[in-house]
């Protein structure tokens, strides 16, 4: 099977071929022994001859023989054949993994979750049964009956011809089973993943639906998915089993033509009694792996779809650089005339701007402004289409992603923690610390206090996404791992939005830890916490309208002092009884 997913890996799918392929030839001798042994016994039974019991003897040493270096090539080549592809596709999932690392956020944008997620398993085991298993039974079924289809056109080259007409009636069948595949096996895919996400989703979403007596049936995006997947499976398999099935009765036909045939000619004289049990006895052991032949065929055509999916990844543009490109020692962030567009929707319109080294920078404005989009820029998630960011003088688009971001630290209002201890939670933000090293970060995010509580402190395992654990809680291991990373560039996007006053309090305090000296960007709703910003920039579709400090924004007649108004009264709001 051809696909750029396996091309770097020829060597070893040689290797898998080959050795199944010589594993064969015992094989094939020994099926071949045992028809000898047929003839030896059945035919003097029918002539009334005598039986040679001593070639019999020597037939069962040569099985024997041929029977156990059978085994030990069988067992050589399985096991060269599941190491390899099981190394294989480990290596295909790390590939993915590193690309997945790579691409923009623009790919996770346009792909669900759950489909990129069946990539990464689904598809890459189709990838990996395509080299355990299809191949194999490929080239196993397709050597014996070449091997036996030549010995029995020398045996009676007319009777034989059975043999061609058979298999290509029943290809065509098979065939069109393949095509079937081609087409419902891709829209089968596509409502997997379609399935899967609605399932993550419900998953995740638990505790929301519960609330609105949504759950179960009630849940009818993830009902109707179910519904539409078990669907397509029933038509996927029925209308591709039905060729296949024909066609596997074809072979069958086929065999029972050739035994009447057989038969009349034997009636005739032109075919002898011995020649006759040839074609009965090896005729079986010709048309059995043809069939097997015939289904393999089918299935890679499941896997194709597959790789195709996984190449589908690998062949995505990853973002470019200059390979030798260093990183300023200076921490100034620049936008000339950036443009991003998403989707066809102008998100920012042609902005400049500069954030200071060592300043804090504020950026407001109402929901859907750019402001997040800004700080996605910065760390180069997205591609702008027009324009240059320059971080120390440097377009950003000339740094490897890696280095870029080793310049830059974020902390977001979303925080996702691993199921995982706490300690290697917050040693994200540098795998190479040591634990005194976690413990002090620990201390400056103002969460070695609550860690110190629980059952085995900084060794408690958090449950995935950090469920276990309060908004606050999780926030302050956030600003752990930012610490601990010790980078110069800060982001925070609504780090204290949506959190009680007491948090907030604690949350400020290990901000303050954290900040110290750094190039700061914020994003905030409560103006409360960026009145002593250096500058703030006001957005509004996609534009700076406004800019300076909260002193001279709050005497201004603009959007700022409009927006700042509001939070003033909605502070004071109260219910009513």
Same mark, same amino acid.
């Given at each position: 099977?051809?696909?750029?997913?396996?091309?770097?890996?020829?060597?070893?799918?040689?290797?898998?071929?080959?050795?199944?392929?010589?594993?064969?030839?015992?094989?094939?001798?020994?099926?071949?022994?045992?028809?000898?042994?047929?003839?030896?016994?059945?035919?003097? +039974?029918?002539?009334?001859?005598? !039986?040679?019991?001593?070639?019999?003897?020597?037939?069962?040493?040569?099985?024997?023989?041929?029977?156990?270096?059978?085994?030990?090539?069988?067992?050589?080549?399985?096991?060269?054949?599941?190491?390899?592809?099981? *190394?294989?596709?480990?290596?295909?999932?790390?590939?993915?993994?590193?690309?997945?690392?790579?691409?923009?956020?623009?790919?996770?944008?346009?792909?669900?979750?759950?489909?990129?997620?069946?990539?990464? $398993?689904?598809?890459?085991?189709?990838?990996?049964?395509?080299?355990?298993?299809?191949?194999?039974?490929?080239?196993?079924?397709?050597?014996? @009956?070449?091997?036996?289809?030549?010995?029995?056109?020398?045996?009676?080259?007319?009777? +034989?011809?059975?043999?061609?007409?058979?298999?290509?009636?029943?290809?065509?069948?098979?065939?069109?089973?393949?095509?079937?595949?081609?087409?419902?096996?891709?829209?089968?895919?596509? !409502?997997?993943?379609?399935?899967?996400?609605?399932?993550?989703?419900?998953?995740?979403?638990?505790?929301?639906?519960?609330?609105?007596?949504?759950?179960?049936? +009630?849940?009818?995006?993830?009902?109707?998915?179910?519904?539409?997947?078990?669907?397509?499976?029933?038509?996927?398999?029925?209308?591709?089993?039905?060729?296949?099935?024909?066609?596997?009765?074809?072979?069958?036909?086929?065999?029972?033509?050739?035994?009447?045939?057989?038969?009349?000619?034997?009636?005739?004289?032109?075919?002898?009694?011995?020649?006759?049990?040839?074609?009965?006895?090896?005729?079986?052991?010709?048309?059995?792996?043809?069939?097997?032949? #015939?289904?393999?065929?089918? $299935?890679?055509?499941?896997?194709?779809?597959?790789? =195709?999916?996984?190449?589908?990844?690998?062949?995505?543009?990853?973002?470019?650089?200059?390979? /030798?490109?260093?990183?300023?020692?200076? /921490?100034?962030?620049?936008?000339?005339?950036?443009?991003?567009?998403?989707?066809?929707? @102008?998100?920012?319109?042609?902005?400049?701007? /500069?954030? @200071?080294?060592?300043?804090?920078?504020?950026?407001?404005?109402?929901?859907?402004?750019?402001?997040?989009?800004?700080?996605?820029?910065?760390?180069?998630?997205?591609?702008?289409?027009? *324009?240059?960011?320059?971080?120390?003088?440097?377009?950003?688009?000339?740094?490897?992603?890696?280095?870029?971001?080793?310049?830059?630290?974020?902390?977001?209002?979303?925080?996702?923690?691993?199921? =995982?201890?706490?300690?290697?939670?917050?040693?994200?933000?540098?795998?190479?610390?040591?634990?005194?090293?976690?413990?002090?970060?620990?201390?400056?995010?103002?969460?070695?206090?609550?860690?110190?509580?629980?059952?085995?402190?900084?060794?408690?395992?958090? +449950?995935?996404?950090?469920?276990?654990?309060? #908004? *606050?809680?999780?926030?302050?291991?956030?600003?752990?791992?930012?610490?601990?990373?010790?980078?110069?560039?800060?982001?925070? =996007?609504?780090?204290?939005?949506?959190?009680?006053?007491?948090?907030?309090?604690?949350?400020?305090?290990?901000? =303050?830890? $954290?900040?110290?000296?750094?190039?700061?960007? !914020?994003?905030?709703?409560?103006?409360?916490?960026?009145? /002593?910003?250096?500058?703030?920039?006001?957005?509004?579709?996609?534009?700076?309208?406004?800019?300076?400090?909260?002193?001279?924004?709050?005497?201004?007649?603009?959007?700022?002092?409009? $927006?700042?108004?509001?939070?003033?009264?909605?502070?004071?709001?109260?219910?009513?009884?």
């Amino acid at each position: 099977m051809k696909n750029s997913v396996f091309s770097e890996y020829k060597s070893k799918i040689i290797g898998i071929v080959i050795g199944n392929i010589i594993t064969n030839f015992p094989r094939g001798f020994f099926n071949g022994v045992i028809y000898f042994l047929i003839l030896g016994l059945t035919i003097p +039974s029918l002539s009334g001859d005598a !039986v040679d019991f001593g070639k019999l003897n020597s037939y069962y040493i040569m099985y024997l023989v041929a029977f156990f270096v059978y085994i030990l090539f069988s067992i050589l080549s399985s096991i060269n054949t599941f190491v390899q592809s099981y *190394g294989i596709s480990s290596d295909i999932r790390m590939k993915l993994g590193e690309k997945l690392r790579k691409l923009s956020l623009g790919f996770f944008k346009d792909n669900d979750p759950g489909d990129v997620t069946s990539r990464m $398993l689904h598809d890459v085991s189709k990838a990996e049964e395509t080299l355990s298993h299809y191949i194999i039974d490929y080239i196993n079924g397709l050597i014996i @009956p070449i091997l036996i289809g030549i010995f029995l056109a020398f045996v009676n080259y007319k009777l +034989s011809l059975i043999l061609p007409v058979t298999i290509i009636i029943s290809f065509a069948f098979f065939y069109i089973a393949k095509r079937i595949i081609n087409v419902m096996g891709k829209k089968h895919l596509q !409502v997997i993943n379609q399935t899967s996400s609605r399932i993550l989703e419900y998953t995740s979403s638990i505790k929301l639906l519960k609330s609105f007596n949504m759950v179960g049936e +009630s849940f009818n995006e993830l009902d109707k998915s179910l519904l539409k997947l078990k669907k397509l499976s029933f038509k996927t398999e029925v209308w591709s089993g039905i060729p296949v099935q024909i066609a596997l009765l074809i072979l069958d036909f086929g065999y029972l033509i050739m035994l009447f045939y057989g038969a009349k000619m034997c009636v005739s004289g032109l075919l002898g009694i011995p020649e006759f049990f040839t074609y009965a006895i090896l005729g079986f052991y010709f048309f059995e792996p043809v069939k097997q032949v #015939g289904i393999s065929v089918v $299935l890679m055509r499941h896997a194709k779809n597959s790789l =195709d999916r996984i190449d589908d990844i690998l062949s995505k543009e990853e973002s470019d650089y200059y390979k /030798n490109q260093q990183l300023s020692d200076e /921490n100034s962030i620049e936008f000339k005339d950036v443009t991003f567009t998403y989707n066809d929707t @102008p998100v920012l319109k042609n902005i400049s701007c /500069n954030f @200071p080294q060592k300043s804090m920078t504020a950026l407001v404005g109402i929901s859907g402004a750019g402001k997040t989009t800004i700080t996605s820029l910065i760390a180069r998630f997205w591609e702008i289409q027009k *324009g240059i960011i320059t971080l120390g003088g440097i377009n950003i688009k000339k740094i490897k992603p890696e280095l870029l971001l080793s310049k830059i630290s974020m902390v977001f209002q979303d925080v996702y923690l691993f199921n =995982d201890t706490i300690l290697n939670n917050i040693r994200v933000g540098d795998l190479k610390a040591t634990d005194e090293e976690v413990i002090q970060a620990a201390k400056l995010a103002q969460c070695h206090n609550f860690i110190s509580t629980l059952p085995k402190g900084y060794n408690t395992l958090v +449950s995935e996404g950090g469920r276990s654990l309060s #908004g *606050g809680e999780k926030q302050r291991i956030s600003i752990a791992r930012a610490i601990l990373k010790k980078a110069d560039v800060i982001l925070l =996007d609504e780090a204290t939005a949506s959190l009680d006053p007491e948090n907030e309090n604690e949350i400020q305090l290990a901000l =303050d830890n $954290l900040t110290k000296d750094k190039t700061i960007i !914020v994003i905030a709703h409560k103006f409360s916490s960026i009145m /002593n910003a250096d500058n703030i920039l006001v957005l509004n579709e996609g534009k700076i309208i406004e800019s300076g400090k909260h002193t001279e924004l709050i005497m201004k007649d603009g959007l700022y002092r409009k $927006l700042w108004n509001l939070q003033k009264q909605s502070g004071s709001w109260k219910m009513v009884n």
